[in-house]
Antibody, heavy 120, light 107 residues
Framework: EVQLLESGGDLVQPGGSLRLSCIAS????????MAWVRQVPGKGLEWVSG????????NYADSVKGRFTISRDDSKNTLYLQMNSLRPDDTAIYFC?????????????WGNGTLVTVSS | EIVMTQSPATLSVSPGERVTLSCRAS??????LAWYQQKPGQSPRLLIY???SRATGIPARFSGSGSGAEFTLTISSLQSEDFAVYYC?????????FGQGTKVEIK
């Protein structure tokens, strides 16, 4: 059974940093692209960042480019999102999502999300 | 960035009715489109990929169509468990983008 378990969400002040983690199980993690998608509670979905498998590269939404860094450790079946220079509009539930292929495309499995709140 | 526009924002429907949701892309995305269903307090669930292919375990009452820039999701006979928010997502170009969602509510 595929499982994605996010952690690391917290209350942080504007300008602060946070690192999210997503531990995957039930599939060969290294073979699939992974991504982060966020959602302000009660609002729509926003694709944040993706990491293709086998050295395929990373991509970011314009809203986070230069502030967020996605990474993965295939030996630990873990996806990360390092978030720096956080702003109040980064407040959202952050979902980890698995893509069906090695390139970030659509998402067949999602985690339950972790809440990031940016506020003073 | 490709902008995905869904319509309507809200749809009030009675159980058993046929429902059609629309999704328009700001440029051609070929058939690189997925649909998701999200219920309150839950993560999104993949329904359709490649514009018209049903994901594993998705009932046949859900169907997708379209190509280029115009797409539709059809629910042939709405069941009580189908009341939810539906999102389209393009994966033709970076960054990947979602539509703003269509809420299907009980009439």
């Amino acid at each position: 059974e595929v499982q994605l378990l996010e952690s690391g969400g917290d209350l942080v002040q504007p300008g602060g940093s946070l690192r999210l983690s997503c531990i995957a199980s039930g599939f060969t993690f290294s073979s699939y692209a992974m991504a982060w998608v966020r959602q302000v509670p009660g609002k729509g979905l926003e694709w944040v960042s993706g990491f293709s498998s086998s050295g395929g590269g990373t991509n970011y939404a314009d809203s986070v480019k230069g502030r967020f860094t996605i990474s993965r450790d295939d030996s630990k079946n873990t996806l990360y999102l390092q978030m720096n220079s956080l702003r109040p509009d980064d407040t959202a539930i952050y979902f980890c999502a698995k893509s069906l292929f090695g390139v970030v495309s659509y998402f067949d499995y999602w985690g339950n999300g972790t809440l990031v709140t940016v506020s003073s | 960035e490709i902008v995905m526009t869904q319509s309507p924002a809200t749809l009030s429907v009675s159980p058993g009715e046929r429902v059609t949701l629309s999704c328009r892309a700001s440029q051609s995305i070929r058939i690189n489109l997925a649909w998701y269903q999200q219920k309150p307090g839950q993560s999104p669930r993949l329904l359709i990929y490649s514009a018209s292919s049903r994901a594993t375990g998705i009932p046949a009452r859900f169907s997708g169509s379209g190509s280029g820039a115009e797409f539709t999701l059809t629910i042939s006979s709405l069941q009580s468990e189908d009341f939810a928010v539906y999102y389209c997502q393009q994966y033709n170009k970076w960054p990947r983008t979602f539509g703003q969602g269509t809420k299907v509510e009980i009439k």
